[in-house]
């Protein structure tokens, strides 16, 4: 009897752990898997590899099973960004309920911060889903655009660990999950998505 009452209070608190888990906004910040240079195509119809085939379903496996998957995706519009989500959704099914946008927006962002693209269009895709509160957006595009803008978002001090090699890398299909600031007043729904600026903490890495 004491056993079922204890497995029952730490069920209660996982259940409370979650809702409190749950309450904080989330950024998952990925760029595409590896793709393929072995055909003679435009860089935004490259196709994924069989390798980078392989590391968007271990990622999305993995998002999956630490309860981390998107409900809002917005992805670049290119070839190997759709393929990359694509092939998470074969790993993950559940992600297909997930609300998609591909955006030509986030494509061709290679040499300067997608900082402000990915706040505008964060804003304005889950404006468009109100009243439904979304808690997880992922931005799925390209370097160096997502690298700078990573480096750009995250608060450096609730991050440090993450820093101690440098400025943050983002290689093909790294997944950066980046959290709401605690306690902050400012930061009270994705309207106030322009005012994050250097404060999300990392609250996890995934790569493949």
Same mark, same amino acid.
């Given at each position: 009897? $004491?056993?079922?009452?204890?497995?029952?209070?730490?069920?209660?608190?996982?259940?409370?752990?979650?809702?409190?888990?749950?309450?904080? $906004?989330?950024?998952?910040?990925? $760029?595409?898997?590896k793709?393929?240079?072995?055909?003679?195509?435009?860089?935004?119809? $490259?196709?994924?590899?069989?390798?980078?085939?392989?590391?968007?379903?271990?990622?999305?496996?993995?998002?999956?099973?630490?309860?981390?998957? *998107?409900?809002?995706?917005?992805?670049?519009?290119?070839?190997?960004?759709?393929?990359?989500?694509?092939h998470?959704?074969?790993?993950? *099914?559940?992600?297909?309920?997930a609300h998609?946008?591909?955006?030509?927006?986030?494509?061709?962002?290679?040499?300067?911060?997608?900082?402000?693209?990915?706040?505008?269009?964060?804003?304005?895709?889950t404006?468009?889903?109100? *009243?439904?509160?979304?808690?997880?957006?992922?931005?799925?595009?390209?370097?160096?655009?997502?690298?700078?803008?990573?480096n750009?978002?995250?608060?450096?001090?609730?991050?440090? *660990?993450?820093?101690?090699?440098g400025?943050?890398?983002?290689?093909?299909?790294?997944?950066?999950?980046?959290?709401?600031?605690?306690?902050?007043?400012?930061?009270?729904?994705?309207?106030?998505?322009? &005012?994050?600026?250097?404060?999300?903490?990392?609250? &996890?890495y995934?790569?493949?």
């Amino acid at each position: 009897e $004491r056993a079922r009452e204890s497995a029952g209070m730490e069920k209660s608190l996982e259940a409370q752990q979650q809702v409190l888990r749950g309450s904080r $906004r989330r950024l998952l910040l990925m $760029r595409h898997a590896k793709s393929s240079w072995n055909q003679p195509l435009s860089d935004a119809r $490259r196709p994924l590899n069989d390798r980078g085939k392989a590391s968007a379903q271990a990622v999305s496996r993995e998002l999956a099973r630490r309860n981390l998957l *998107p409900e809002l995706v917005l992805s670049s519009d290119a070839r190997r960004t759709k393929e990359t989500y694509e092939h998470m959704c074969k790993a993950s *099914p559940e992600l297909e309920r997930a609300h998609v946008h591909y955006l030509p927006e986030f494509y061709g962002i290679f040499n300067t911060s997608a900082t402000s693209v990915i706040m505008d269009l964060v804003w304005e895709k889950t404006n468009a889903l109100r *009243p439904k509160e979304v808690e997880t957006v992922l931005c799925l595009g390209h370097n160096d655009g997502w690298e700078l803008a990573l480096n750009e978002l995250v608060d450096r001090k609730t991050s440090l *660990p993450f820093f101690e090699g440098g400025e943050l890398a983002m290689k093909t299909a790294d997944v950066y999950v980046l959290e709401q600031p605690e306690n902050d007043d400012d930061f009270k729904s994705w309207d106030d998505i322009f &005012t994050s600026h250097g404060k999300w903490s990392i609250e &996890t890495y995934i790569r493949s």
